[in-house]
């Protein structure tokens, strides 16, 4: 009898490791099939998902103003906070939206066609600085038009810089792309309705999900189990709502500096340049880098060498300021990672949410998420070489087992 266990047991075991091997030799080679099943999943259920990130980011003022509403000693405030908060923090929301669309996106709109119209004769400028340049016998020689031409890539009809201005970022295109994200069709719009409708839910149900996943994890896993996840879920949520907070308070700050910095340099692009500083600080560590190297090249081909170093040293000077003394203060201890991990983290995130999100949307949100996400990371591992650490110690005398 034990033997006839024993040969059945071996020949499941066998059976089992051989579909094992079918399922990833399958998985391996329909990779691709995989990856885009996976990328139409994510682009079918997308509403709710931005409907449910509208509604985590919306929570944290909502929150504030429902602990504020508290402290009240008005009943009919304390007794329907959560709607009245989550009223007001739409209005406060669509009012905002609103003022953007009609004062900012008209004179950023403006001064962008502007940027455009001008381009080629910026490149001239550009032009002669670099011929300047080279003229000062250099170590080294710089080719502007090879450096353009190396950027058209595999079109062959561009046989210019300036082909690459007229026919990339001309004034054509330009509108079509501000047409396909304000007028992209129907569905687009339906999307984005039904992402701001299905927010309001998931806010009104936001404690009552959280909840319900608690029972979940209770109901199916070990004691010890559910509780070290919702832990570490506690911590996931806290990270999260810090740095995202956090986040948008640096991109205001350089967004107000470096706006302010141009404006006084009188660059006509100040509200372009200021807004690309705001917004590529969401993308951690490149993000700023970035914006501050093309504000510093824009000033100085658009109003020369003195205007351009005078505004590439205040960008620098700000930027510093920002890495060293304001995102320090924001984030405290508790999202502090070192330079080489968030590299690493924001690459992995990055290509991620490229792959399964959108090449660029998908793309930036990999990165923004990256950072908690490695810090939660880094959180299992200390607690993990911590618990080792603590199991090898010899014990204590008196201790008793």
């Not at 004062?103 to 940027?115: E, G």
């Amino acid at each position: 009898m034990n033997r006839r266990n024993s040969s059945r047991f071996r020949i499941l075991s066998y059976f089992t490791l051989a579909v094992a091997v079918i399922v990833v030799w399958f998985l391996i080679s329909n990779l691709g099939s995989i990856a885009g099943g996976i990328g139409w999943f994510f682009r079918v259920i997308s509403p709710f998902i931005y409907g449910f990130i509208i509604a985590y980011l919306l929570s944290i003022p909502c929150t504030a103003m429902q602990r504020l509403f508290e402290k009240s000693k008005i009943k009919f405030l304390v007794k329907f906070k959560k709607g009245i908060s989550i009223a007001l923090i739409y209005l406060i929301f669509i009012v905002l939206i609103v003022m953007t669309l009609w004062l900012v996106l008209p004179r950023l709109f403006f001064s962008i066609v502007n940027l455009v119209d001008q381009l080629p004769a910026h490149y001239q400028q550009l032009e002669e600085f670099i011929a300047n340049l080279n003229a000062r016998q250099l170590p080294f020689n710089i080719d502007l038009e090879a450096f353009f031409m190396s950027l058209a890539g595999e079109y062959s009809d561009i046989t210019s810089p300036l082909d690459i201005i007229t026919n990339f970022i001309s004034y054509d295109r330009l509108a079509s792309y501000l047409s396909t994200i304000f007028f992209g069709g129907a569905a687009i719009l339906f999307r984005w309705i039904l992402a701001f409708i299905s927010s309001i839910y998931f806010l009104f149900e936001m404690k009552n999900l959280g909840n319900f996943i608690k029972r979940m994890l209770n109901a199916f896993l070990k004691e010890n189990a559910s509780r070290v996840i919702l832990e570490y879920g506690s911590k996931v949520n806290q990270y999260f709502k810090k740095y995202i907070f956090c986040l948008i308070m640096d991109c205001i700050f350089m967004l107000v500096a470096g706006t302010l910095i141009l404006v006084i340099l009188r660059s006509p692009y100040a509200l372009v340049l200021g807004l690309l500083l705001g917004v590529m600080n969401f993308i951690p560590y490149f993000g700023s880098i970035i914006a501050t190297l093309v504000a510093i090249i824009v000033v100085l081909v658009t109003q020369g060498f003195t205007v351009g170093l005078i505004g590439a040293i205040l960008l620098l000077v700000v930027q510093q300021l920002d890495a060293n003394f304001v995102q320090p203060r924001l984030y405290g201890t508790g999202l502090r990672l070192s330079p080489l991990l968030v590299i690493i983290s924001v690459s992995l995130g990055g290509s991620i949410g490229g792959a399964i999100g959108g090449a660029v949307g998908g793309t930036i949100m990999g990165m923004i998420v990256a950072i908690p996400v490695a810090k939660v990371f880094m959180n299992i591992v200390e607690d993990l070489v911590a618990y080792r650490e603590q199991k090898k110690l010899p014990p204590r005398e008196g201790a008793t087992e």
